[in-house]
């Protein structure tokens, strides 16, 4: 389909760089990077991306994706070349590894890219395709489903850790109020890009999950896969008040992100990823304060 689509392309060399749950992606002579989505919502998402990320790279002070080949695969839907953003990924592991002062500085910058999407204009984003995320009305949903699906899986004790867990955000109405705004919705470590000496953040990808919804939801990958101490930090960088509460709301969305991986597993009909769903919520509850 490279070839075909776009000629002017010599291709030298060609490996891959993994696949994702609606993504696969290669990597063509060391320095353009192809993804393909592989169903109808990473295709719905891909567009998002390739209408919303222009918009963005002269507000963000990291480099992000830009598209500059934008073909068709046979069934419609799109795919996208891009030179590979600089950087190597962070990852979970290497979070471990970074010196207080380079946390310092990443806080810093998380904190500016946040602030970026958050005064981005809402309209314009929506003109781009971006979708309302209402929290409320998927956490209403998604208590339905854990109760239906998968609370006969569970035992007494994980079913009433789960059931005071959704209580606590669906009855708590200061959790409610926000105003919308543009977030990421993915930002882990797996989509930071770090320069070679691991001191500062060079890029950030994946904007599929980019949405217009509650901007404290873009804390909940820093706490589920950074810590709560740099995630405290990153929220003080961006001046937020009240953090302790702040906190506890985004522990309330951990808890329902890893509730969602289950009932995914579920849906699958995959053992192995129904149990690690299960390893996941006694974990959280293990290490929940409350």
Request: aromatic letters at 10%; proline letters at 5%.
């Amino acid at each position: 389909m490279i070839k075909d689509q776009f000629p002017d392309m010599s291709i030298q060399s060609v490996e891959s760089l993994g696949e994702g749950f609606r993504n696969y992606a290669i990597l063509v002579n060391g320095e353009w990077v192809f993804r393909f989505p592989k169903s109808q919502q990473g295709a719905d998402e891909l567009n998002k991306e390739i209408q919303l990320l222009p918009l963005l790279v002269g507000c963000v002070k990291v480099s992000i994706p830009q598209f500059v080949y934008i073909g068709r695969q046979s069934d419609g839907s799109p795919f996208v070349g891009y030179r590979k953003v600089q950087g190597e990924i962070l990852g979970e592991d290497g979070m471990n590894t970074l010196l207080d002062y380079v946390k310092d500085r990443f806080a810093l910058q998380l904190a500016d890219f946040m602030n970026v999407l958050s005064s981005f204009p809402v309209e314009i984003a929506l003109h781009a395709g971006v979708p309302i995320r209402n929290p409320m009305k998927e956490i209403l949903l998604l208590k339905e489903a854990v109760e239906r699906q998968a609370f006969p899986l569970l035992n007494d004790s994980l079913r009433d850790y789960l059931t005071l867990r959704f209580q606590s955000y669906l009855k708590h109405p200061g959790f409610h109020r926000y105003t919308p705004a543009l977030i990421h919705g993915d930002l882990s470590p797996d989509h930071f890009l770090m320069d070679p000496h691991l001191t500062s953040l060079t890029g950030i990808i994946d904007f599929g999950d980019a949405a217009v919804s509650d901007p404290v939801y873009d804390y909940v990958y820093l706490l589920e896969d950074c810590d709560e101490p740099f995630t405290r930090q990153v929220m003080a960088c961006r001046g937020e008040v009240g953090l302790d509460e702040l906190m506890r709301k985004v522990s309330l969305f951990v808890t329902f992100d890893q509730v969602s991986y289950l009932i995914e597993g579920l849906k699958a009909g995959d053992r192995d990823w129904i149990n690690e769903g299960l390893d996941l919520l006694e974990e959280d509850r293990a290490t929940c304060k409350g």
